[in-house]
């Protein structure tokens, strides 16, 4: 947490006073609330032989309440002796003290007149002092004339207010720096996160980061995330857990503490502060946490789950507001990042669901073709997975093999299901289907990077392939993944002009064409693929086309 300077410290204000105090003469008393007297800082024999009397002790009792509650307002406890109350209990309240059980300052003044007073000779009484002995030790610069006192009690009384005010003023700068402190942590934490907010990355790096940088920023022992939903999307997120590198905690018992403080937090929507988390009565609890700030996460009313931490790292430190508005801003980001990736999985699944239903919509115009596509991306995807593409890439090349043959749907059926060889003119117009299918692809903008799959899955490495007659590594990464890809099924599965050839067969034509059709580099990864996903999904197409 950022640290917060200027904390106001009264006693530093009464310090100065007191030392300007003795300057001028003037001793200063602490009085508590029973009335007790003592003197502090510098002062004189005279001083102390009046304040540690019975008579002051009784003259201050019956002016406490005065004395408590009017910061620089002078007052004669009798002739030649005044008290300006500097520290009131208004200016305690400010300066954070506990109210009630501080004492108040008050300046001593004494004048000429109080040699003179029936209560001086009442203190010599009680204390035992002979009076005359005790005017002749009194030693007169102590004294001042009414008008000096009257001017330095009313002087002190400006000095007292005014420090007062200043503590007050201090006071409040303190707060407003501890609140832009705050701010500032929210907001640079906040703006930390949105840049990694993205939702077509997993989510769960996303709370794993969430997490950590606010278990850090806040100072905790641990901090994790417990969802409760079991939206799609949701199910199979694995729910982070950070821990103080100091610590260590059996991470399997902090989640089961958030699926039971779900059902203890029951429709809360506000942080919650638990300085004794034993309240809670969840078994074992002790073991994690003493103290708990738990950030309920809901979207729409809906509840998501809970953000929740234990103690802080600061010894005797316990949660202060901050760290609650801290956790209530992190948790409604979390709570609008969970609904844009609950949105996003949504959106995603209808995206895909609409090209697989693209894909069966071409390959159904060829009964011997079913399944193609598909199986052409699997393979794909699995080549792309075992060449070491990023995990994106690799999903990109599945929906590429996908659409692949997206063209054919400008093909006439009759020549797509002729038996025998085709004419000139009809294998002319087969070789325009990737173009079509890229030409088709064109106005979607989400689907621009699948084109070089589409267009290129028919271009051959040594240059004879269309429809450009690129060779080499003049050929898309997409195009030479989806070319391989559909040169196998094709020898793999049954045509209308030939049976299916057996696999060790197909895997001995890919190794024969590697770098004449194929990649070379591509060909010697593919034949060492594992090859039982593709032979179950061709068992599958082979029924779903036997019962139709
Ligand atoms: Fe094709």
């Excluded at 500032?184 to 790096?205: C, I, N, W």
């Excluded at 799609?232 to 821990?243: A, K, R």
């Excluded at 690799?394 to 063209?407: A, E, F, I, K």
């Amino acid at each position: 947490m950022t640290q917060v300077i200027g904390h106001p410290d009264p006693s530093a204000f009464s310090g100065r006073l007191r030392q300007r105090l003795a300057e001028l003469g003037a001793a200063v008393v602490s009085i508590n609330h029973n009335g007790q007297c003592k003197l502090i800082g510098p002062y004189r024999w005279e001083h102390e032989l009046i304040v540690g009397s019975a008579p002051f002790v009784a003259a201050v009792r019956s002016l406490r309440k005065e004395l408590f509650d009017s910061t620089g307002r002078w007052m004669n406890l009798w002739p030649g002796l005044t008290l300006v109350p500097m520290h009131t209990t208004a200016t305690r309240e400010h300066a954070g003290n506990h109210p009630g059980t501080a004492p108040v300052l008050a300046a001593l003044l004494l004048g000429e007149k109080v040699l003179d007073s029936e209560q001086f000779s009442r203190v010599c009484d009680a204390r035992e002092t002979d009076l005359r002995a005790a005017i002749s030790k009194f030693d007169t610069d102590a004294l001042m004339s009414d008008h000096e006192s009257e001017r330095l009690a009313q002087v002190i009384g400006w000095m007292a207010r005014d420090a007062a005010d200043l503590g007050w003023r201090l006071h409040e700068l303190h707060d407003l720096s501890w609140e832009l402190a705050g701010s500032y942590e929210e907001l640079s934490l906040l703006y930390k996160l949105s840049t990694s907010m993205v939702v077509d990355h997993p989510p769960q790096d996303f709370l794993e980061q969430a997490c950590a940088e606010m278990r850090e920023v806040v100072g905790l022992r641990w901090l994790a995330i417990q969802l409760s939903t079991t939206e799609p999307g949701f199910e199979d997120l694995s729910v982070p857990v950070c821990v103080d590198s100091q610590s260590s905690y059996d991470l399997v018992g902090i989640r089961k503490i958030g699926l039971q403080l779900i059902e203890a937090m029951g429709g809360r929507t506000e942080p919650v502060i638990l300085d004794d988390a034993r309240v809670l009565g969840i078994p074992g609890l002790e073991k994690f946490a003493h103290s708990l700030l738990v950030t309920p996460l809901h979207v729409d009313g809906k509840p998501l789950g809970l953000l929740y931490g234990a103690d802080k790292i600061d010894a005797g430190s316990g949660f202060s507001t901050v760290d609650s508005k801290l956790c209530a801003s992190l948790g409604s980001s979390l709570s609008i990042y969970l609904k844009n990736v609950l949105l996003y999985e949504d959106m995603h699944s209808m995206f895909i669901g609409t090209l697989h239903a693209l894909s069966t919509t071409i390959d159904a115009k060829d009964s011997y073709t079913q399944g193609h596509s598909e199986r052409v991306a699997l393979m794909s995807r699995q080549l792309a997975e075992a060449a070491g593409l990023d995990s994106h890439t690799v999903q990109r090349v599945y929906l590429s093999g996908l659409v692949h043959d997206v063209g054919k749907i400008g093909v006439p059926e009759a020549v797509l299901t002729k038996p025998g060889k085709l004419t000139k003119e009809e294998y002319d117009l087969v070789k325009m289907h990737p173009e079509t299918g890229a030409r088709i692809l064109e106005g979607i903008r989400q689907m621009q990077d699948l084109i070089p799959g589409v267009l290129h899955h028919h271009e051959s490495w040594d240059g004879r392939g269309y429809p450009f007659g690129l060779a080499g590594m003049d050929i898309p990464l997409f195009g030479r993944i989806l070319g391989l890809a559909d040169a196998f099924d094709a020898m793999s599965s049954d045509r209308t002009y030939r049976q299916a050839m057996p696999m060790h067969k197909v895997l001995d034509e890919v190794r024969r064409c590697s770098g004449k059709q194929f990649d070379p580099e591509l060909a010697d990864i593919f034949v060492k693929l594992d090859f039982t996903p593709y032979l179950n999904m061709i068992e599958e197409h082979h029924n779903l086309r036997k019962s139709a």
